[in-house]
């Protein structure tokens, strides 16, 4: 079966110092992946998508980036975190596009 | 801005059956309303989809209207357990972008 693992489960960062957040998913191969923020009390949002290695499609400019090293391996990273960049980090995966979205467990990032 | 229009919570008593709708009025023909659901500070878990005929599965049934712009999703026995915030959304086939909206917070009473 498959399972998606995001770390760390959370952290606290100090404003202007980098982030580096990484998810692996086994039991597939070639998934698309995702990551989101959720906001506190607030819906998801989408942040970016990978089709495959070194694909990368943003839907927010921001602060962040993601980069996508190995066919099972997303990681979300910033070079310098803002105030604004607190809130839980989903990653997810799915076999193609339009397909069922799995959720890993989140990460709870503060920004200080 | 979520393609989905839900209440912002209920309440349900234990061993009674939820039914959670959802509006979706703007639909269109390749669209899929899937839900999920989050319990705090967890990933959103993924509970039911549907094209436009009505499916079960262990979880919940999910009931689509025939104009397909709204659906109900039902926990048959709700238990303390899904108490949880419930997301409506619907997705395209062979399309990435998913909007998750503020989703509806059930609690579910003893």
């Known amino acids: 079966s498959q399972t998606i693992h995001q770390w760390p489960a959370t952290l606290v960062q100090p404003v202007g110092s980098p982030l580096s957040l990484e998810c692996t998913v086994e039991?597939?191969?070639?998934?698309?992946l995702y990551w989101y923020r959720q906001a506190a009390g607030r819906g998801l949002q989408l942040l970016f998508y990978?089709?495959?290695?070194?694909?990368i499609s943003s839907e927010v400019p921001q602060n962040l980036s993601a980069s996508r090293p190995q066919d099972r391996q997303f990681i979300l990273s910033s070079k310098k975190l803002l105030l604004s960049d607190s809130g839980f980090y989903l990653c997810?995966?799915?076999?193609?596009?339009?397909?069922?979205?799995?959720f890993g467990e989140g990460s709870w990032l503060t920004v200080v | 801005d979520a393609k989905t229009t839900q209440p912002p919570s209920m309440d349900c008593a234990e061993g009674r059956a939820a039914n959670l709708p959802c509006n979706h009025s703007?639909?269109?023909?390749?669209?899929?309303v899937y839900w999920y659901r989050q319990i705090h500070s967890q990933g959103p878990q993924y509970i039911i989809h549907?094209?436009?005929n009505n499916e079960t599965n262990e979880m919940a049934s999910l009931i689509i209207t025939e104009d397909r712009k709204s659906s109900t999703l039902i926990l048959p026995h709700a238990t303390l357990r899904d108490t949880a915030v419930y997301y409506c959304?619907?997705?395209?086939?062979?399309?990435?972008?998913?909007?998750f909206g503020a989703g509806t917070r059930l609690f579910v009473k003893a």
């Open positions: 997810a995966w799915s076999t193609g596009p339009g397909n069922t979205i799995y």
């Open positions: 039991g597939t191969s070639n998934p698309n």
């Open positions: 990978s089709v495959g290695i070194g694909q």
């Open positions: 703007t639909i269109s023909g390749n669209e899929y």
């Open positions: 549907g094209l436009k």
């Open positions: 959304i619907v997705r395209p086939w062979g399309g990435f972008k998913t909007i």
